[in-house]
T-cell receptor
Framework: GENVEQHPSTLSVQEGDSAVIKCTYS??????FPWYKQELGKRPQLIID?????GEKKDQRIAVTLNKTAKHFSLHITETQPEDSAVYFC????????????FGTGTRLKVLA | EAGVAQSPRYKIIEKRQSVAFWCNPI?????LYWYQQILGQGPKLLIQ????????DSQLPKDRFSAERLKGVDSTLKIQPAKLEDSAVYLC????????????FGPGTRLLVL
């Protein structure tokens, strides 16, 4: 069935360093890939997304890359700050009529000051 | 714009009791989703509505869970009877319409079943 694998499950970086989170999806028909940030006890917030007709997208310190052939996509955060500490979820979706998301299992990012 | 609203924020019940959650999506959003998020896991879709019709309920445990979206706006999710394994955060999300993929999430209802 549809599946999204996400690695690593936890990631600790020093403030100012970069963080990379990787996701692999199983359904080759997936064409939309959002990333959500969820702080403790709060709602998931969309931070960036990418569609399958684009290989890379950047928004200030955040970037996402997509490799359709390998069926994986990655979140890159540069110049990390303590406020980047949260759980990050990737998801995959396809235009099949429902647009439902299949979420990864999450990555807990800790930025050490 | 106002975001997705959910209530209650927290609920503690005994197993075999019933519970109901409420969601008000962003105004004008036709598609509404209910997710279950167990601690340490990603959200799992329970049911998806398009206006007041069900689009996908393949992962909804229909023997105990039910949901409705009367008039295509607010929605309620009910669990009856609750089991210990239903302890989770129940997230509601909405999107503008099919073709507009971005989903906006509510703050969730944290359920603890004792």
């Amino acid at each position: 069935g549809e599946n999204v694998e996400q690695h690593p499950s936890t990631l600790s970086v020093q403030e100012g360093d970069s963080a990379v989170i990787k996701c692999t999806y199983s359904d080759s028909a997936s064409n939309y890939f959002p990333w959500y940030k969820q702080e403790l006890g709060k709602r998931p917030q969309l931070i960036i997304d990418i569609r399958s007709n684009v290989g890379e997208k950047k928004d200030q310190r955040i970037a996402v890359t997509l490799n359709k052939t390998a069926k994986h996509f990655s979140l890159h955060i540069t110049e990390t700050q303590p406020e980047d500490s949260a759980v990050y979820f990737c998801a995959a979706s396809k235009a099949s009529g429902t647009y439902k998301y299949i979420f990864g299992t999450g990555t807990r990012l800790k930025v050490l000051a | 714009e106002a975001g997705v609203a959910q209530s209650p924020r927290y609920k503690i019940i005994e197993k075999r009791q019933s519970v109901a959650f409420w969601c008000n999506p962003i105004s004008g959003h036709a598609t509404l989703y209910w997710y279950q998020q167990i601690l340490g896991q990603g959200p799992k879709l329970l049911i998806q509505f398009q206006n007041n019709g069900v689009v996908d309920d393949s992962q909804l445990p229909k023997d105990r869970f039910s949901a409705e979206r009367l008039k295509g706006v607010d929605s309620t999710l009910k669990i009856q009877p609750a089991k210990l394994e239903d302890s989770a955060v129940y997230l509601c999300a909405s999107s503008l319409a099919p073709g507009f993929e971005t989903q906006y999430f509510g703050p969730g209802t944290r359920l603890l079943v004792l």
